[in-house]
């Protein structure tokens, strides 16, 4: 579940268990999806080197996350730990990591790709093969490293033993925490090139490789111009009507870290000057000529600061709104090289599994650049599984940042779900996993389904449901498992939570056992009384005009419920999940935000976005669209495009 409702800026709610310009054209798309990805024991690929044989589960853990103890896992050559935790150079960082036995060496050491990229700062290049991954790390092109790669438990781990010790780190485990000690450096110059302009470069000179991380940092708001006091006294003009100038898009505080340390000189030289007191205004009186101004304040320069902190150099920079820093790195002289550019994203194509492929790259619409990152997902080839999951397994309340919950699944890869209540944090729109519905959909707007066979269908849902009661006389049940709420009868099931709380006043509360209504209670005020949920039945909650109706189900009185999906092609699908809005479908253009309910703000609004489609070939892509080159992301009718 992720805190982030809009297409990627405002609040979203579940997970998912995450080429060109005409894939995104000639698909079916629809917005705010997530997709939890499992690998199963059976697709795990298996390096040349390695040969990985999970124990299967037993059979009451079928489904449930695993445990984030160390792990011992049996294998052909013999067995290895595995942890969550990494000690570098002191400092205690999340990150998987694991050891085995292997020929050539007494022990193999492998860490997640992501954590050698962001932890360490190691470039992964382009592959085609999952088991084969070049990096590049302070090293020349014509001599780009192969790091070997495994799966398991839903994580890619790159064996990174030759790799550290050509520089000189050293390993050892200290129980779940992979012990990781690299040389000292030294940060021996930073140079900002004016040459590179109108773009700006920073180049940091070491003395050696070391590990280094760019972090985003919080938004710099400018402060408000002054006002200006005309010199001439005896020309003064006031004027009305004014229109108020939009405030200039904040800058952004990025920090570059480094492990090596900057000597006295270079800190003291970018160490930034005690701030200027500025001259109070004194009325005069004895002058018709006014004291004047003090200039406005020059722009803040591109490094803000350096300062070293527990043996790190720590560089923090403001870069101005639709820029953002790409690094790179050089060998001998070793080094950094910081372009301030508005298209920083690098084009990658990586094949992470079998029937796994990541990519990223900049998509081009008129005269607008986007960068797009995706997962493409081939079903055919892929025994990934593909499955909605939530924060709470046992109710349905509750949000949790996405990598979170990613990580508490072992997800293989996972992007943002549907909505949620922001006050309640109840969801709001469909969720439906191996035929149960977890929460019904809403105001008929675009969901997708699919099944382990690798078929797929997205459209517009609603959910129909009826008690049928004596004489076939039909009670419409309006929400099912819902925090929408509206007038009309709702139906909640114990997939809901174990109890259900009024979420509205005066509401009259029907419960269900074996198709019989069993007990009735007079609910009170909203969020008070939590009523029990039974296993083999389900509560019926009246609001509104509703309540009347409950005087037609007294205890003892015999019902059942129909329900069908629209369209009807849903029936056929275990899995579904809703979000909306529908962008694409048979390869038109068919976004129509109002129908669904969104505002027109909604729809308009320029921010980063993420959809779920479909190829002509049946493969599956996740993708996230963000901010375009030098701007904001896309309104809803650009990502449709």
């Known amino acids: ?14 997970v998912m268990s995450h080429k060109n310009d005409r894939i995104f054209v000639k698909t079916t798309a629809l917005t705010i999806l997530t997709i939890m990805l499992n690998l199963t024991a059976t697709s795990i690929a298996r390096a040349q080197a390695s040969n990985i044989n999970v124990s299967p589960r037993s059979k009451g853990e079928q489904g449930m996350p695993h445990s984030n103890r160390p792990s011992v896992i049996s294998t052909s050559r013999g067995l290895f730990n595995y942890g969550n935790q990494i000690s570098l150079n002191g400092r205690t960082l999340p990150g998987t990591w ?35 991954q070049p990096v590049q790390w302070f090293s020349s092109e014509s001599k780009r490293q192969v790091l070997t790669g495994l799966h398991a438990r839903g994580y890619r781990y790159l064996d990174i033993t030759r790799f550290a010790k050509k520089a000189k780190w050293e390993l050892k485990v200290d129980g779940d925490t992979l012990v990781i000690s690299t040389p000292r450096a030294k940060v021996k110059k930073i140079v900002r090139d004016k040459d590179s302009e109108p773009q700006q470069q920073i180049i940091i000179d070491l003395d050696r490789p070391t590990p280094w991380k760019l972090t985003a940092g919080s938004l710099i708001k400018k402060p408000k111009p002054l006002p200006q006091i005309p010199t001439d006294s005896q020309s003064v003009v006031i004027k009305t009507n004014i229109p108020t100038p939009k405030p200039e898009p904040p800058a952004r505080e990025w920090i570059i870290t480094i492990d090596g340390v900057a000597n006295r000189k270079l800190v003291q030289r970018f160490t930034p000057p005690p701030p200027i007191p500025q001259p109070i205004q004194l009325e005069n009186i004895f002058n018709t000529k006014p004291q004047p101004i003090s200039p406005l304040a020059t722009p803040e320069p591109l490094i803000k600061q350096v300062e070293v902190v527990n043996n790190q150099t720590i560089i923090k920079l403001v870069v101005p709104f639709g820029l953002t820093p790409r690094i790179s790195t050089l060998p001998k002289p070793y080094s950094l090289v910081v372009d301030i550019r508005p298209d920083a994203l690098l084009g990658r194509s990586i094949d992470w ?13 008129a005269n607008e650049r986007f960068p797009v990152v995706w997962l493409e997902i081939n079903p055919r080839t892929s025994k990934a599984k593909i499955r909605p999951v939530a924060t709470n397994q046992e109710q349905q309340k509750g949000t949790a940042p996405l990598i979170k919950t990613a990580r508490k699944y072992f997800a293989a890869a996972a992007i943002n779900g549907g909505f949620f209540n922001r006050k309640n944090r109840l969801p709001l729109g469909a969720i439906r996993r191996d035929n ?29 449901e009826n008690l049928v009661i004596s004489n076939n006389q039909k009670l419409p049940i309006s929400h099912l498992n819902s925090g929408y709420v509206q007038q009309g009868i709702a139906r909640y099931t114990h997939l809901w939570g174990q109890t259900y709380t009024p979420l509205t006043d005066n509401e009259t509360i029907t419960e269900v056992r074996n198709n019989r ?18 296993k083999d039945g389900y509560l019926l909650a009246f609001r509104a005009n509703a309540v009347d109706n409950a005087q ?40 129509d935000a109002q129908a669904e309910k969104f505002s027109k703000a909604f729809a308009e609004q320029k921010a980063i976005r993420s959809a779920i489609c479909t190829t002509p070939t049946g493969k599956l892509i996740i993708a996230a669209v963000h901010n375009r080159a030098g701007g904001k992301g896309p309104s809803l009718a650009e990502h449709a495009q």
Do not use: C
């Open 1 to 14: 579940m992720v805190k982030k409702l809009s297409l990627g800026q405002e609040k979203f709610r579940s």
């Open 98 to 132: 694991l050891q085995q036995k292997a020929k050539t060496v007494k022990i193999a050491t492998y860490l997640s790709d992501g954590a050698l990229r962001q932890l360490i700062g190691v470039d992964l290049l382009n592959t085609n093969s999952p088991e084969l």
């Open 353 to 365: 599994a079998p029937g796994l492929r990541w990519q990223q790259k900049f998509l081009s619409l």
């Open 436 to 464: 149960q519905w977890l929460s019904g959909p809403i105001l008929n707007r675009g969901a997708i389904a699919w099944n382990d066979a690798g078929q797929f269908y997205m459209n517009r849902l609603s959910l129909e």
């Open 517 to 534: 209504v069993t007990k009735q209670y007079a609910g009170g005020k909203v969020g008070v009384g939590a009523v029990p949920i039974p």
């Open 552 to 591: 037609l189900l007294p205890i003892g009185k015999p019902l059942r419920i129909l329900s069908s999906t629209v369209s009807p092609e849903f029936n056929r699908y275990p899995h579904v999940l809703g979000a909306g809005p529908l962008l694409l479908k048979d390869n038109q253009i068919v976004l």
